[in-house]
């Protein structure tokens, strides 16, 4: 035994592994993995990109969390990447906020156009499809609650997407901005 050493201490191994006070250390640990289940459970939502809609922003096959919170603490806004719960938890679409509520909005030719604006959209992929929307080359007015959503990969036919307008109770998260 060494000059310093209390023969009631444990030994330095036990101290590494556990901690002086097990018990303390078993109560932290408990407290922490109910901090990580928790947030997992309500604040976090893993999600898997699956298909080309998103791209050049999000690739197929990455992983990704939507904080669910961020929708209660801020509305969404015009760019926001969100979640749309589609079909129980599991079938989520991951598309921008194109129109807001109140918004009138119009696609001519491929070209977003909002209250009879241009928007500019550095995000997109070139060359851009000829979309149009409403189909009668005319504009349409977002009822309350309603959110136009697109994805960024707008190269193809527009009726080879999933788009349009989506009621905001199905919004689910945003992915970071």
């Keep these: 035994m060494g000059k310093n050493e209390d023969s009631s201490s444990p030994p330095w191994w036990q101290v590494v592994a556990v901690g002086r006070n097990p018990t303390v250390t078993f109560f932290r640990l408990l407290l922490l993995i109910a901090?990580?289940?928790?947030?997992?459970?309500?604040?976090?939502?893993?999600?898997?990109?699956?298909?080309?809609?998103?791209?050049?922003t999000y690739r197929d096959g990455q992983r990704l969390y939507l904080n669910r919170l961020s929708l209660w603490m801020n509305p969404a806004r015009r760019g926001?990447?969100?979640?749309?719960?589609?079909?129980?938890?599991?079938?989520?679409l991951l598309k921008r906020v194109i129109g807001l509520p109140g918004e009138r909005v119009a696609i001519r030719k491929g070209q977003v156009f909002i209250n009879g604006e241009?928007?500019?959209?550095?995000?997109?992929?070139?060359?851009i499809a000829p979309w149009n929307y409403p189909t009668n080359g005319g504009e349409r007015l977002l009822e309350a609650n309603k959110y136009l959503m697109i994805g960024d990969n707008r190269t193809m036919p527009q009726d080879l997407h999933e788009w349009g307008l989506i009621?905001?109770?199905?919004?689910?998260?945003?992915?970071?901005r």
């Excluded at 459970?41 to 080309?52: A, D, E, F």
């Excluded at 926001?80 to 989520?92: A, T």
């Design 167 to 176: 009621d905001g109770n199905k919004l689910v998260g945003r992915l970071r």
């Design 80 to 92: 926001d990447i969100l979640g749309i719960q589609m079909g129980g938890n599991s079938v989520l």
């Design 35 to 56: 901090i990580v289940v928790g947030i997992f459970q309500y604040v976090l939502m893993p999600i898997r990109v699956t298909g080309i809609s998103m791209e050049s």
């Design 118 to 127: 241009a928007l500019d959209e550095p995000y997109l992929n070139q060359p």
